[in-house]
């Protein structure tokens, strides 16, 4: 593994972390047992434990497991570290992986303020995103999010019934323009109605997007980042496609620029390693970082030491390099499918669809012309025609408005499937379209 040095940090500015903690989440306290496994993992062993519900890994059926990477790589976890792959573990996360992966951070970003920062854990990012909005959500207290936004996001807020603040985005991502515009509006409104509070998480994923496709240029990360600071604002930076960006630069993060500590990053090793590991981290300030893991305590313990354990195996095989460029090998892959996937829209969709080309990731955004709403196009005739896109409804702030954009994956299909879906769909647009200008006509 490479050795790493910790660079000495800029002053940590005292943010008040308090502010971005709800009610509810200012009240989880650590469970006891919780706290005794992680003070007890790296205990001197003649330390004699009578304190933990564990089961005697002794009775476990497991021998070894053999582990064999398509590099011709292989590991075997057997004796102590199968162990404590098969046992529980401390909830912020395995100490071998937990020091590789904050090692690994440090290695990509080089955040100027390493040393107020901390990382959890989690269970893909998902389970990263959803504790850390569920810690800041507040009644009364909007949230700022990009528009369009990954449902994943949508769908652990609307719960709680928040008011979302949509940030428009152009073919560069979140319009900083905008965000002022919709931040000096809603500090009108404060001054007059006293009932309504600024909003404190802003909810971005700067690379590759999901569905848009686009990365935001260093240029508007570091105007986005100094309007934050204006108005004290965390940002949520849930980069599940920062591997996976298909420009020569590597892209710069929000953590990459986070001198005052106002950045939880969510990072995601599904697209590039695998998504059945279900396998994240959350990088932060450690009071934040600590009110999750007190939530992943009374959740779900921790994640899986089995996967965790395969995966610091991984590392320890590769090191940083090669870890990066497998990363770099899948991103390739996925470059070569976006120009499949664009060579057919041109095939096909010219004159019926606008997109732009993404930057990365997995996803193309197409703006259907002359079809106000494809929700019910592409959910019930397109699946008769054995087709199927997501309606652009399921990334909206608010899906319940018409929506004449789609989402495409093309992450899974061959490419010949790929250009007979496009062909497909430009057969749906036709007829929807010939089917309104009917409707149309009768009404005339
Ligand atoms: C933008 C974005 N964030 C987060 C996730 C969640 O990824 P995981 O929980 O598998 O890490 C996804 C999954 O598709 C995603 O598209």
Same mark, same amino acid.
């Given at each position: !593994?490479?050795?790493?040095?910790?660079?000495?940090?800029?002053?940590?500015?005292?943010?008040?972390? /308090?502010?971005?903690?709800?009610?509810? /989440?200012?009240?989880?306290? +650590?469970?006891?047992?919780?706290?005794?496994?992680?003070?007890?993992?790296?205990?001197?062993?003649?330390?004699?434990?009578?304190?933990?519900?564990?089961?005697?890994?002794? /009775?476990?059926?497991?021998?070894?497991?053999?582990?064999?990477?398509?590099?011709?790589?292989?590991?075997?976890?057997?004796?102590?570290?199968?162990?404590?792959?098969?046992?529980?573990?401390?909830?912020?996360?395995?100490?071998?992986?937990?020091?590789?992966?904050?090692?690994?951070?440090?290695?990509?970003?080089?955040?100027?303020?390493?040393?107020?920062?901390?990382?959890?854990?989690?269970?893909?990012?998902?389970?990263?995103?959803?504790?850390?909005?569920?810690?800041?959500?507040?009644?009364?207290?909007?949230?700022?999010?990009?528009?369009?936004?990954?449902?994943?996001?949508?769908?652990? !807020?609307?719960?709680?019934?928040?008011?979302?603040?949509? @940030?428009?985005?152009?073919?560069?991502?979140?319009? +900083?323009?905008?965000?002022?515009?919709?931040?000096?509006?809603?500090?009108?409104?404060?001054?007059?109605?006293?009932?309504?509070?600024?909003?404190?998480?802003?909810?971005?994923?700067?690379?590759?997007?999901?569905?848009?496709?686009?990365? @935001?240029?260093?240029?508007?990360?570091?105007?986005?980042?100094?309007?934050?600071?204006?108005?004290? @604002?965390?940002?949520?930076?849930?980069?599940?496609?920062?591997?996976?960006?298909?420009?020569?630069?590597? +892209?710069?993060?929000?953590?990459?620029?986070?001198?005052?500590?106002?950045?939880?990053?969510?990072?995601?090793?599904?697209?590039?390693?695998? /998504?059945?590991?279900?396998?994240?981290?959350?990088?932060?300030?450690?009071?934040?970082?600590?009110?999750?893991?007190?939530?992943?305590? %009374?959740?779900?313990?921790?994640?899986?030491?089995?996967?965790?354990? !395969?995966?610091?195996?991984?590392?320890?095989?590769?090191?940083?390099?090669? !870890?990066?460029?497998?990363?770099?090998?899948?991103?390739?892959?996925?470059?070569?499918?976006?120009?499949?996937?664009?060579?057919?829209?041109?095939?096909?969709?010219?004159?019926?669809?606008?997109? %732009?080309?993404?930057?990365?990731?997995?996803?193309?955004?197409?703006?259907?012309?002359?079809? +106000?709403?494809?929700?019910?196009?592409?959910?019930?005739?397109?699946?008769?025609?054995?087709?199927?896109?997501?309606?652009?409804?399921?990334?909206?702030?608010?899906?319940?408005?018409?929506?004449?954009?789609?989402?495409?994956?093309?992450?899974?299909?061959?490419?010949?499937?790929?250009?007979?879906?496009?062909?497909?769909?430009?057969?749906?647009?036709?007829?929807?379209?010939?089917?309104?200008?009917?409707?149309?006509?009768?009404?005339?």
């Amino acid at each position: !593994m490479e050795a790493m040095s910790i660079k000495p940090v800029n002053p940590k500015m005292s943010l008040d972390y /308090s502010y971005f903690i709800n009610g509810l /989440s200012s009240r989880r306290r +650590p469970g006891i047992t919780r706290e005794l496994t992680k003070k007890l993992y790296n205990a001197p062993k003649e330390t004699i434990s009578l304190a933990e519900g564990m089961p005697n890994d002794g /009775s476990f059926p497991f021998e070894a497991i053999n582990v064999v990477l398509k590099d011709g790589s292989t590991f075997t976890l057997q004796g102590g570290e199968l162990a404590a792959s098969l046992q529980y573990l401390p909830s912020q996360g395995y100490p071998p992986l937990l020091k590789t992966l904050k090692e690994f951070t440090y290695f990509v970003h080089e955040p100027p303020n390493w040393q107020g920062t901390d990382v959890i854990i989690t269970n893909g990012s998902q389970c990263g995103i959803s504790k850390s909005i569920e810690m800041c959500i507040e009644e009364g207290v909007p949230i700022l999010v990009q528009n369009p936004l990954y449902t994943g996001t949508e769908i652990v !807020m609307k719960p709680y019934r928040p008011q979302l603040l949509p @940030i428009e985005q152009d073919e560069f991502g979140v319009i +900083p323009e905008h965000l002022v515009a919709t931040l000096e509006d809603w500090k009108c409104q404060c001054s007059t109605d006293p009932t309504k509070k600024m909003p404190k998480i802003f909810y971005i994923n700067p690379t590759a997007a999901n569905p848009t496709g686009v990365t @935001i240029p260093l240029d508007r990360k570091k105007e986005i980042y100094r309007i934050c600071c204006d108005y004290n @604002i965390l940002i949520l930076e849930d980069d599940a496609y920062y591997f996976m960006d298909f420009q020569d630069a590597k +892209p710069v993060s929000f953590l990459s620029l986070d001198v005052e500590g106002r950045v939880l990053r969510f990072d995601s090793l599904s697209k590039v390693l695998a /998504s059945g590991l279900r396998l994240g981290w959350v990088t932060g300030p450690k009071q934040l970082i600590t009110n999750i893991e007190l939530h992943i305590q %009374s959740a779900y313990l921790h994640s899986s030491s089995l996967s965790q354990s !395969m995966v610091n195996n991984i590392f320890r095989q590769w090191g940083f390099e090669k !870890m990066l460029q497998h990363f770099a090998t899948v991103s390739n892959f996925y470059r070569v499918r976006r120009d499949i996937i664009i060579a057919a829209m041109e095939k096909h969709l010219k004159g019926l669809c606008d997109w %732009s080309i993404p930057s990365g990731g997995m996803f193309v955004w197409i703006k259907v012309r002359n079809v +106000p709403d494809v929700y019910e196009m592409l959910m019930t005739r397109g699946l008769k025609k054995h087709v199927c896109f997501a309606p652009g409804q399921a990334f909206m702030a608010d899906p319940t408005v018409a929506c004449n954009y789609i989402r495409a994956a093309y992450s899974r299909a061959s490419p010949k499937q790929i250009d007979k879906a496009m062909r497909l769909l430009a057969e749906l647009i036709r007829e929807e379209q010939a089917l309104l200008r009917r409707k149309l006509d009768n009404f005339i």
